[in-house]
């Protein structure tokens, strides 16, 4: 059976499977469901919780072993598993087949995972997989939907809102559905709003109760360049700065990137696939995007002059040149998007 996160709760009231798999990649969403279907669990008598992590070195037989062994206490167990990817090896496939064939009664096993390919769905094995248990898909919350799910959670928290402030808060939070809850959970209590005290919040409250949640990192700004998102970049940048970040301490993210940046271009210069290139450079997988975009947008010869830019601006925050360190990183990391020209809204 394939069901959305959405329709879990109504699915676990009227039965329990014994086997559910867990997909999607928002932390919050999956770990929404995850508790949801462990409560279902504990009320159905299950109350012992054995976790595993599965690496590249997982024992398939352990698991195997260990739902066919009577626990400690003679209770019924939930066995969670938690994968990095959303694609199984051999030895999984063929170890969660044979559990499936014969499960045991006094186990719910649970496995979660980042969202599966579509590819992977269409397999004849995973078709077996999902008649025998429930597939739980998690699907991420867009931009276009945000609003309507913030308005659902502020609901829940005893508020409601203009559809203008619903949007304010929305673009705060840029799509990070953690920050977006930690931000309801602290207007509840900052407007005083439960269940039983309902509170209606309009645009100038929203402004005035809620701090600015987008988060202005290191990360997020070299994530920005590398993409090609300039105004992104720059928003980043100028709360970087307001926040009291050092030049410095940014320019050796950014310079740390391009020096990655560089062997990758090399590498498709002398014909290597994208793939490949990313792979000898040890890229992690969520950060492949990134990249990629950028090695593929730059040649080998920008990069280096990029970085041969980075180190005066180094000079320049050092007190050495008389240019304007700010501007000059602003620059260099527009630069890096692919955009050249600076906006009047840089550093304002």
């Known amino acids: 059976m394939r069901i959305n996160a959405d329709q879990l709760d109504a699915h676990t009231r009227s039965r329990l499977g014994n086997f559910y798999w867990i997909a999607g990649d928002d932390t919050l969403l999956v770990q929404e469901s995850l508790s949801l279907l462990r409560t279902r669990c504990r009320e159905a008598g299950f109350t012992e919780w054995e976790l595993f992590f599965l690496d590249r070195n ?5 698991l195997l072993q260990a739902s066919n062994s009577l626990s400690l206490f003679a209770e019924r167990r939930i066995l969670e598993l938690r994968l990095q990817t959303g694609k199984l090896d051999d030895a999984g496939k063929t170890a969660l087949k044979q559990y499936l064939q014969s499960p045991n009664p006094d186990n719910v096993l649970i496995l979660v995972t980042p969202r599966v390919e579509p590819a992977s769905l269409n397999t004849q094995w995973f078709k077996g997989l999902e008649s025998a248990g429930v597939f739980v898909t998690v699907w991420p919350i867009n931009a276009d939907r945000l609003p309507g799910w913030i308005q659902g959670r502020m609901k829940a928290a005893g508020m409601s809102a203009d559809r203008d402030a619903l949007n304010i808060l929305a673009d705060r939070v840029e799509g990070n559905l953690l920050a977006a809850d930690q931000e309801i959970q602290k207007l509840a209590v900052l407007s005083g709003a ?3 005290n309902p509170v209606h919040l309009d645009r100038k409250q929203i402004m005035g109760l809620v701090a600015d949640s987008a988060r202005y990192n ?6 920005a360049a590398l993409l090609g998102d300039a105004r992104r970049c720059i928003k980043v940048l ?3 700065k307001t926040e009291g970040a050092e030049v410095l301490m940014i320019l050796g993210a950014l310079s740390a990137e391009l020096r990655r940046l560089i062997p990758i271009a090399e590498a498709l210069q002398q014909g290597y696939r994208l793939s490949d290139a990313l792979k000898r450079e040890g890229i992690r997988r969520n950060h492949e995007k990134a990249m990629g975009e950028a090695a593929q947008r730059h040649s080998l010869d920008a990069l280096q002059d990029m970085l041969r830019q980075a180190r ?3 000079l320049a925050a050092k007190g050495m040149s008389a240019s304007n360190p700010w501007l000059e990183l602003a620059q260099l990391l527009l630069r890096l998007a692919g955009h050249h020209i600076l906006p009047q809204s840089v550093l304002s």
């Not at 997982?58 to 352990?62: M, T």
């Not at 290191?218 to 994530?223: A, K």
């Open 58 to 62: 997982f024992d398939w037989q352990a």
């Open 194 to 196: 439960n269940t039983g």
């Open 218 to 223: 290191i990360f997020n700004l070299m994530d």
């Open 238 to 240: 100028n709360g970087l």
């Open 312 to 314: 005066q601006i180094d």
